[in-house]
């Protein structure tokens, strides 16, 4: 039975993506679903169980707030205990198969959080960074009968905006630029960290980045005013640029359920270069990150510890709060 662990799949996008897989994968799944709301998580794991009520699929919802470390560190926790509940029900220890990070916020406006940074920081890539840091060790060994596991960061083409490496903090503490500058910094830093992953897990998971493409209808845009919101979902929906909920969707499944195709490309940038992280688009199809990010020394500064991090946030350290 392999693991999902899962975050922003509670609506929309995510949400969708784990319909399609129970509906397609021959295999069961146990499948780990945060939720920033209980009652909606619930909500997600009981239409999920109809989806094939006679599957045995092992669904679980945990309480996780991405705009405080200090929920992210109980997730990862609860996590442990309900994969060594796992474990001791079947053969074999509890671990990570698939590790999707798929949560995303854009802000119209900007409202400072914990070490005075944007929520998009925060949720983008900070907290989910520091997840990883913690669920890390859970992943599953590669084995003779296991393929090396996998981590998804659901990202977006909008990361491309980025033109200068040395204004990201400015732009992500309010400073400068707009809100949809903030967040194509976010989607940045967050690919930042999926270069300094992918090095850091060599030999142990494969990391993958991928655009879903532009979808007016998720929920990414639950914050902006009803007209803009009812303008996005049906209207500029039907823009040839636009991605459909369904295709968008369909591009997460296709790193859950690999065809061969996408195999081959996962194992031919196991030993690519430092920092060079796999980047799909909304078909499957290789698309160029941009190339601040391949620069040296680009990451790791964004990419820190979970110790630095908690600095960072708590108004100490080189990020600290800063006037």
């Given at each position: 039975?392999?693991?999902?662990?899962?975050?922003?799949?509670?609506?929309?996008?995510?949400?969708?993506?784990?319909?399609?897989?129970?509906?397609?994968?021959?295999?069961?799944?146990?499948?780990?679903?945060?939720?920033?709301?209980?009652?909606?998580?619930?909500?997600?794991?009981?239409?999920?169980?109809?989806?094939?009520?006679?599957?045995?699929?092992?669904?679980?919802?945990?309480?996780?707030?991405?705009?405080?470390?200090?929920?992210?560190?109980?997730?990862?926790?609860?996590?442990?205990?309900?994969?060594?509940?796992?474990?001791?029900?079947?053969?074999?220890?509890?671990?990570?198969?698939?590790?999707?990070?798929?949560?995303?916020?854009?802000?119209?406006?900007?409202?400072?959080?914990?070490?005075?940074?944007?929520?998009?920081?925060?949720?983008?890539?900070?907290?989910?960074?520091?997840?990883?840091?913690?669920?890390?060790?859970?992943?599953?060994?590669?084995?003779?009968?296991?393929?090396?596991?996998?981590?998804?960061?659901?990202?977006?083409?909008l990361h491309t905006r980025v033109r200068s490496v040395e204004k990201l903090e400015?732009?992500?503490?309010?400073?400068?630029?707009?809100?949809?500058?903030?967040?194509?910094?976010?989607?940045?830093?967050?690919?930042?960290?999926?270069?300094?992953?992918?090095?850091?897990?060599?030999?142990?998971?494969?990391?993958?980045?991928?655009?879903?493409?532009?979808?007016?209808?998720?929920?990414?845009?639950?914050?902006?005013?009803?007209?803009?919101?009812?303008?996005?979902?049906?209207?500029?929906?039907?823009?040839?640029?636009?991605?459909?909920?369904?295709?968008?969707?369909?591009?997460?499944?296709?790193?859950?359920?690999?065809?061969?195709?996408?195999?081959?490309?996962?194992?031919?940038?196991?030993?690519?270069?430092?920092?060079?992280?796999?980047?799909?688009?909304?078909?499957?199809?290789?698309?160029?990150?941009?190339?601040?990010?391949?620069?040296?020394?680009?990451?790791?500064?964004?990419?820190?510890?979970?110790?630095?991090?908690e600095e960072w946030m708590n108004g100490e350290g080189e990020r600290g709060v800063?006037?």
């Open positions: 039975m392999p693991t999902l662990v899962c975050t922003g799949c509670t609506s929309g996008l995510g949400s969708l993506a784990l319909q399609l897989l129970l509906q397609q994968s021959p295999l069961t799944w146990h499948i780990i679903i945060a939720s920033r709301s209980p009652t909606r998580g619930q909500q997600i794991v009981d239409q999920l169980t109809a989806l094939a009520p006679t599957r045995n699929h092992r669904l679980t919802c945990l309480p996780l707030d991405l705009t405080l470390l200090g929920s992210v560190k109980q997730f990862a926790t609860r996590v442990q205990e309900e994969l060594a509940g796992a474990s001791s029900e079947e053969e074999g220890e509890g671990k990570i198969d698939v590790l999707l990070l798929n949560a995303g916020v854009y802000k119209p406006t900007f409202t400072p959080l914990a070490g005075g940074w944007s929520e998009e920081a925060m949720v983008n890539h900070f907290a989910q960074h520091y997840l990883l840091h913690h669920l890390q060790s859970l992943l599953r060994p590669p084995s003779a009968s296991h393929t090396l596991p996998l981590v998804i960061f659901t990202t977006s083409s400015a732009i992500l503490r309010g400073k400068e630029g707009s809100a949809m500058d903030r967040y194509a910094a976010s989607k940045f830093i967050q690919l930042l960290g999926a270069g300094q992953w992918k090095d850091e897990l060599r030999g142990r998971a494969d990391v993958v980045a991928v655009s879903p493409g532009f979808i007016p209808t998720t929920s990414l845009s639950r914050d902006s005013p009803l007209l803009q919101r009812l303008f996005m979902h049906y209207i500029l929906s039907w823009a040839p640029f636009c991605t459909s909920l369904h295709d968008g969707a369909s591009s997460l499944l296709r790193l859950l359920l690999p065809p061969p195709g996408i195999t081959d490309l996962i194992e031919r940038y196991r030993e690519s270069d430092k920092g060079e992280v796999l980047y799909l688009g909304v078909k499957g199809e290789e698309r160029e990150l941009n190339p601040l990010l391949l620069a040296e020394g680009g990451g790791g500064e964004w990419a820190v510890g979970r110790e630095r991090l800063r006037e």
